[in-house]
């Protein structure tokens, strides 16, 4: 049987969703104050579930430090203290929601780690709010 | 792939364990101090999950604000500051566990989400005891 | 200069808040959804916080241990999945607030602690609700 | 002796520290990452507490319905999915630091809650930096 | 449907990674801090989880007290307050990585508990570094 | 009026708790499980409260980057993955209790702090057992 190791690690950033097809107030009404044009920002926590073999000389399925300097070279590094509509590449065309935020670190991710460990994602925007992926079948 | 989106509430509550078929002994012996005929209460917290797919005009599996807007309308009025026992008609027959109010609540959600979401529930009845419904497969 | 040692314990206990002396309607006016007569309840956290010098011999200002076993005997096996209201001598006429709650609690536990220790208490009704006795001057 | 009830609420903002009489290198040099012109945010964590008597009536030192209405109206509907340097005129011309924040939401509730109360204020800016005002003396 | 219940319990232990196949060199390269000879240690945070069938007479899958006890019994009285290099037979020639521990616990619990009850773990060393085992399907 | 700026760190540590004045029977009496001869260990939290006026020009009392930069290099990397009694001078002849261990911490911080500021501590040594040093007067 596989087993799962999880690493949290956090990032602080301002965002707005905004869809520019739209008219202002068609944004107003399904984005509510998440809309603001002036942004507003979260602590971001961020979970990485990596699932494997347990390697039987070290007792590792991935060693954890490898793995929070990975996500903090490829994850943290870019979106922390930033505002991630103006200052990252990923969200000048896509609505930074915690679901796409998700999905845009999963991909981010996936091309760092072998293949063989299984990845998912943890992201929560504030302690009610939260997304997983991918989702479990 | 798809993605799962969770979402917070909280509601307070009394409840006893209690089986009117047992006599007052074996529910003593069975439920314990849970069993108090004067009951005791708990502050619950409820997490719902919903797995879908991601919309690209919002960004969004399903709204956030509209999710929580539908648990407080249909679970949170229902069951916050009530005694699960006397004042629902949920559990006029239904012992109020943990697990039953999962269930119970899974039901009332599941009426109200379309069937295109695959739905889950945790409730957490204290830091320590806590149920996840319907269980991972 | 001194040092403070506190101890976390927990309680789950369901209350009603009323006031004899009120109508009906002015009860329900004055504590709104927590005057529902059937009651509701909580899981308190309780934060017992000691004053004094480390003893040089133990390093400790107080054993946590023996701190632990005092509260649960005298404070938790008294209000642990109890009604405040009906099964407690201390609320048959006082309110269960979290600020009677916490004054009651004090008083018992200053006659069970030495005088040469100051003694507060926290009490958290929810994450939301909590209360300090006494309070800092 | 006097009772402190505490409330907290949420909100989640964005902000840039930056101080305008100094060049963009030295606000680069002191700020580091808080200075990123297109900001950044945080949730912030706001714990409102006040000490008084409790009145013999109702058990309660403030109603803390009534206190969790006066928060949300005076400081979270002002703050919360707002720019704090563009959306406020609070921090016009005083820069948004937590200690400042606090210094703020303390002058804003002080004139709103009769004097017969001690006001103090945590502020959560991150789970590692919080400030509380005035200082205990 | 089936339905998952969860129980959290506690246990505080010293340890050390290290490798008796390898020099000390190649142990403090892999390891790390963790390879500190004289120990270093942990709060150890376990969630077990049960999935099956509510019983209708109870309410419950399974009794969370007899669960806790059964954990406290099996496990917590093994390893709390333990070195878990010189004081477990578990550990005397396996490395007691988090992973590694979750395993064995897994194992012990497995042998407790009715097959019927599928089993899983998830085991906190830290805030930030937890495993869950066996890793989802 | 002051205000009090709160840092929050993390380290890990192994401890005995024994006295060598004492007898092992007393040792054991006294400190029961965390006498264990062994060691065992825990997640310690730390925070530092420094209490001091505004700098208009920052905005801050004292800047959270460095506070953290301090802790870590006076405190976190000579306590953290290290066991207490072995591995460091301040607890070759001091019990490491909590309290013990509060009060070196304060006193190597508060040689690096400017003694215009006030300076607490809390420690953490599970969540149920916490210290303050020094204690509010």
Known sequence: MKLTVCRKEYFNAAHRLYNPKWSDKKNSDIFG?????????HNYELV???TGDINPDTGYVYDMKALSVLIKT?????FDHKNLNLD??????????AENIA???????????DNKYDLKIQLYETKKNFVEYPAQQ
């Open 33 to 41: 104050k998440c809309n603001n044009p002036n942004y507003h920002g």
């Open 103 to 113: 999905v845009v670190i999963w991909n981010i991710l996936r091309k760092q780690i």
């Open 48 to 50: 990485v579930k990596l």
């Open 74 to 78: 490829n994850v943290v590094d870019k």
């Open 88 to 97: 990252t590449n990923e969200f000048k065309k896509l609505i930074p929601t």
